[in-house]
């Protein structure tokens, strides 16, 4: 499986736009980019994920570049409940597992 | 939106005890994991299953046993607790064998004394 480097945190201004980096520069060619976050105290929550187009839902954006070795997560409007840790995971074939790593640590400031 | 829901989000056990933490998801996934979260170890996969009645061993399945007898449930089970299962124990679902679009419980942080 890929791996994956993240920033160890980042800030960003409450209202404005948080973009969280990911690169997987040994991604190969069936992984798909898959981004969740986890509150302090809580489970793990599922945002999105991508193979090579850009997608987006309720939640987020998600940019991967065209050479796919990575990839940014947009949270557009961040408020305060957006401060968590968000981990980018390369996944592919069918073990079914995710492998969390230390992931980036957001913290959205008023 | 998918639900998952864990029996207890604290407990408290006493070294020897057996432990059952019990896991049920509401949107008819086949899938359902155990993990467990430590500081600085992150997420460590303990079972799965993808079907009723069948279970897969994960990377640290020493000590745990687990059982689903119905498609909504599964459950974790320490059959004699000891001071390093102290843990925050999480569940998942997916839909699949291939999603890794997990949805998770809330966790359950069990302290064993």
């Known amino acids: 499986d890929a791996k994956t480097t993240q920033p160890t945190s980042m800030d960003c201004a409450e209202g404005r736009a948080a973009n969280l980096p990911c690169n997987h520069s040994?991604?190969?060619?069936?992984?798909?980019v898959y981004w969740y976050r986890q509150i302090h105290s809580q489970g793990p929550q599922y945002i999105i994920h991508?193979?090579?187009n850009n997608e987006t839902n309720e939640m987020a954006s998600l940019i991967i570049t065209e050479d796919r070795k990575s990839s940014t997560l947009i949270l557009p409007h961040a408020t305060l409940r957006d401060t968590a840790v968000y981990y980018c995971i390369v996944r592919g074939g069918s073990q079914g597992n995710l492998i969390f790593g230390k992931g980036t640590k957001l913290s959205v400031k008023p | 939106d998918v639900k998952v829901t864990q029996s207890s989000r604290y407990l408290v056990k006493r070294t020897g005890e057996k432990v059952f933490l019990e896991c049920v998801q509401d949107?008819?996934?086949?899938?359902m994991f155990w993990y467990r979260q430590d500081p600085g170890l992150g997420l460590r996969l303990i079972y799965f299953?993808?079907?009723?009645?069948?279970?897969e061993k994960g990377d640290i399945p020493e000590g745990y046993s687990v059982s689903r007898e119905k498609k909504e449930r599964f459950s974790l089970i320490l059959e004699s607790a000891s001071t390093n299962q102290t843990s925050m124990y999480l569940c998942?679902?997916?839909?699949?064998?291939?999603?890794?679009?997990?949805?998770f419980g809330p966790g359950t942080r069990l302290t064993v004394t």
């Open positions: 040994t991604i190969s060619g069936n992984e798909y």
């Open positions: 991508g193979l090579k």
């Open positions: 299953s993808y079907d009723v009645k069948m279970k």
């Open positions: 949107m008819d996934h086949e899938n």
């Open positions: 998942a679902s997916s839909l699949d064998f291939i999603s890794y679009e997990q949805y």
